[in-house]
C-alpha cells in the first residue's frame, strides 16, 4: 500500500512539473514592425474585473496581457454597473492599482481608465488616464465627461454598433457626440470590440479626424474567450510611441497615431499601415531566372504575426503572376512566376501590384502595394 502510495506521489510530481502541459509562465511575442522613429506598442484599452462585471481579479489582467505580448492595458470598470456591490465594495480606483501592482513586476505598463455607462446616447466611452475614478460617478453623464476632461483624459467611445444598443448592429452618430467632439470630450472610437468590426466608426475616425482603437472588453479571463493556443488573439490598439511609457502612450492616441489589429485584419492610414506591410516583409530570392515557358519562384519572408492576403493586379507582356498569395505569419512563402513565351531573353525589373486585401485604409479600400524583384529572362 506504502509503496503504491509512493508510486502514484510520484507519477503526480511529474505530471504537475512535466514541461509538455503548458502551464510555463512564458510570453509569447506579438511582432509588428515599428515604423520610423517610433516603437509599435501593442495596447488594450478595455478591460474588466471583479470590480464591475468582470470574472478576473485585476492582478490576472497584467499577467495575461504580458503573456500575450501586450506593452500595456487600461483597466476600465463600468462607474454605473456593479453587479458584485454586495461581495466588494465599490472602490473605482481600486482595480487599477491592484493590477497596477502587478504590471510593475512584469514590465507591463498599466492605465487608470473607468468606462462611463450609459444608455445611447451617448452609450458606453472609457475615459482613461484618469486621476480619481471616484469623480465619474455622478448622476448626469455630461458631468462624467467634463471631469474625465478636466483630469487630462484620453475619452473615446465604445462598441458604438453594439447590439444592446443598435439591434441591428450598425452604428449610429448623434447629436451628443458632436456636442461631445466640439467641447474636446471625444478623442477616438473603438473600430474594433471583441471581434466585431464597425466600418461606420471606421469612416468616422477618418472623416473627424479622431484615434481608431481596437479593444478586447474582456470579462472572462482570456483564455475563455480566445483560443490562445491555436493562435488566436484578442484585438490590439497598435500605437506609434516615441518610447515605451505610459506619457508616449497618451501622447501618440491625442496625435491618432494608433492602427487596428484584430483577428486578421490591420487597419489604420496609409501612412501607418504601409510601412507596418514593406518592413514586415523581405524577398530572399531578389533575383530569379525564368527560361523559356517554364517557371521561377520569388521566395518572401514574412517576419511578422500578421497574415497578409495580396491580390495581384497584373498585366506583364512576358511573365504571369498568380491571382492571389497568401503570405503566412513568420513564414516564407513562394511567389510563382511563369514565362509566357519561349523566346524572351534580358533582365527586367518586375515591380508587382498587389491590394493586400486584409489590410484596410477606408472600410472598402484595401491597402494597394509593391513587390519589387529581378528577372532574367533565358530563351527556351
Ligand atoms: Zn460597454
Ligand atoms: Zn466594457
Not at 474625465?148 to 467611445?157: D, L, T
Request: aromatic share 8%; net charge neutral; with cysteine.
Amino acid at each position: 500500500m506504502r509503496r503504491l502510495l509512493c508510486l502514484s506521489l510520484l507519477l503526480l510530481n511529474f505530471g504537475l512539473t512535466h514541461p509538455s502541459h503548458g502551464h510555463d509562465r512564458a510570453r509569447a511575442p506579438l511582432r509588428v514592425p515599428d515604423l520610423p522613429g517610433f516603437l509599435t506598442l501593442k495596447c488594450d484599452f478595455h478591460t474588466h474585473t471583479v470590480f464591475s462585471d468582470g470574472k478576473v481579479w485585476p492582478d490576472i489582467r497584467a499577467e495575461e496581457a504580458w503573456r500575450e505580448g501586450l506593452d500595456a492595458i487600461a483597466i476600465t470598470d463600468h462607474i454605473e454597473h456593479q453587479p458584485h456591490k454586495k461581495d466588494l465594495p465599490t472602490a473605482h480606483n481600486r482595480s487599477y492599482q491592484i493590477a497596477r501592482g502587478h504590471g510593475e513586476a512584469l514590465q507591463l505598463l498599466v492605465i487608470p481608465g473607468s468606462e462611463i455607462t450609459r444608455s445611447m446616447p451617448p452609450g458606453h466611452l472609457n475615459a482613461i488616464f484618469l486621476k480619481d475614478a471616484t469623480r465619474l460617478d455622478v448622476p448626469d453623464w455630461r458631468d462624467a465627461l467634463a471631469e474625465a476632461r478636466r483630469q487630462g483624459a484620453f475619452i473615446f467611445w465604445n462598441h458604438p454598433g453594439w447590439r444592446a444598443q443598435q439591434p441591428d448592429g450598425r452604428a449610429r452618430w448623434y447629436p451628443e457626440h458632436d456636442q461631445l467632439l466640439a467641447q474636446d470630450q471625444l478623442h477616438g472610437i473603438e473600430v474594433v470590440n471583441e471581434r466585431d468590426y464597425y466600418p461606420e466608426a471606421h469612416a468616422w475616425c477618418l472623416e473627424k479626424n479622431l484615434t481608431m482603437l481596437s479593444n478586447s472588453d474582456i470579462h472572462n479571463p482570456i483564455g475563455l474567450d480566445y483560443d490562445l493556443h491555436l493562435g488566436d488573439r484578442r484585438p490590439v490598439t497598435l500605437v506609434f510611441a516615441r518610447e515605451r511609457s505610459l506619457d508616449a502612450i497618451r501622447e501618440a492616441l491625442f496625435a491618432r497615431r494608433t492602427a487596428v489589429l484584430a483577428g486578421h485584419r490591420l487597419i489604420g492610414r496609409d501612412e501607418h499601415v504601409r510601412p507596418i506591410f514593406e518592413r514586415s516583409l523581405r524577398i530572399l530570392t531578389p533575383q530569379v531566372r525564368v527560361r523559356g515557358t517554364g517557371r521561377a519562384y520569388v521566395q518572401i519572408q514574412n517576419d511578422s504575426d500578421i497574415p497578409y492576403e495580396l491580390r495581384f493586379r497584373a498585366e506583364d507582356p512576358d511573365l504571369a503572376f498568380p491571382g492571389e498569395l497568401r503570405l503566412p505569419a513568420g513564414r516564407v512563402a513562394l511567389l510563382e512566376v511563369r514565362g509566357r513565351a519561349a523566346d524572351r531573353q534580358g533582365q527586367r525589373t518586375v515591380r508587382l501590384t498587389c491590394e493586400v486585401t486584409n489590410v484596410l485604409i477606408r472600410p472598402d479600400t484595401p491597402l494597394t502595394a509593391h513587390l519589387e524583384f529581378q528577372v532574367t529572362l533565358v530563351p527556351q
